[in-house]
């Protein structure tokens, strides 16, 4: 069974900082796309932002400019740096590997990790 393990998570006052780490097998990662993904109380998840396996980053427009994703393939590591947290950034947040090929396609999710912003 494929684990994915995130940490990171916390309590931080706004404007602060939190960096999310999710650690893959390594099997799967370095051909893996990653994603972090959101899910607050009453809401959808969401995905927030995510890397191709070649090193292409997209993010929802919310976190722009504040969020970073990288990935570390030697540590089969892919991490979000999240700055100038904001309340409404608070949610659950989980890791997510995907792959999709013409023989097999897999998705993989880690347990989440909670962040809470607040005073």
């Known amino acids: 069974q494929v684990q994915l393990v995130a940490s990171g998570g916390g309590l931080v006052q706004p404007g602060g900082s939190l960096r999310l780490s999710c650690v893959a097998p390594?099997?799967?990662?370095?051909?893996?796309?990653m994603g972090w993904y959101r899910q607050a109380p009453g809401k959808q998840r969401e995905l927030v932002a995510a890397m191709t396996s070649g090193g292409s980053t997209n993010y929802v427009d919310s976190v722009k400019g504040r969020f970073t994703i990288s990935r570390d393939n030697a540590k089969n590591t892919v991490y979000l740096q999240m700055n100038s947290l904001k309340p409404e950034d608070t949610a659950v947040y989980l890791c997510?590997?995907?792959?999709?090929?013409?023989?097999?396609?897999?998705?993989?999710w880690g347990q989440g990790t909670q962040v809470t912003v607040s005073s």
């Open positions: 390594g099997s799967i990662f370095s051909i893996s796309d």
């Open positions: 997510n590997a995907y792959y999709r090929s013409r023989i097999g396609e897999w998705s993989y």
